[in-house]
Nanobody
């Protein structure tokens, strides 16, 4: 069982930056791949980024590639999402998730555990 708690969301102007954190409970955090998804009002939850168990490989949605960076520190049981050059269309609730056997990193059904989400609002 893994419990995930996101933090770091808030209100920022377009062009600004935020860093989200996802803190996990449990001693076997390194056994889980971790992803970030987001959901804007009235829209489906969409994939943002993912990192493998070791942190050696990452994957990004085209819409955030070059602006967002996902990383993890397994010693601290934490995954980060550094978001730069934010745009109003990045406004959403951001969720982190973890999965043991992730076959498709961009598919939300691949993940077993989800956090409660953190709101990110980007003003124009």
């Amino acid at each position: 069982q893994v419990q995930l708690v996101e933090s770091g969301g808030g209100l920022v102007q377009a062009g600004g930056s935020l860093r989200l954190s996802c803190a996990a409970s449990g001693r076997t955090f390194g056994n889980y791949a971790v992803g970030w998804f987001r959901q804007a009002p009235g829209k489906e939850r969409e994939f943002v980024a993912a990192v493998t168990r070791s942190g050696g490989s990452t994957l990004y949605a085209d819409s955030v590639k070059g602006r967002f960076t996902i990383s993890r520190d397994n010693a601290k049981n934490t995954v980060y999402l550094q978001m730069n050059r934010l745009k109003p269309e990045d406004t959403a609730v951001y969720y982190c998730c973890a999965g043991v056997s992730v076959l498709s990193y961009s598919n939300r059904r691949s993940y077993d555990y989800w956090g409660q989400g953190t709101q990110v609002t980007v003003s124009a």
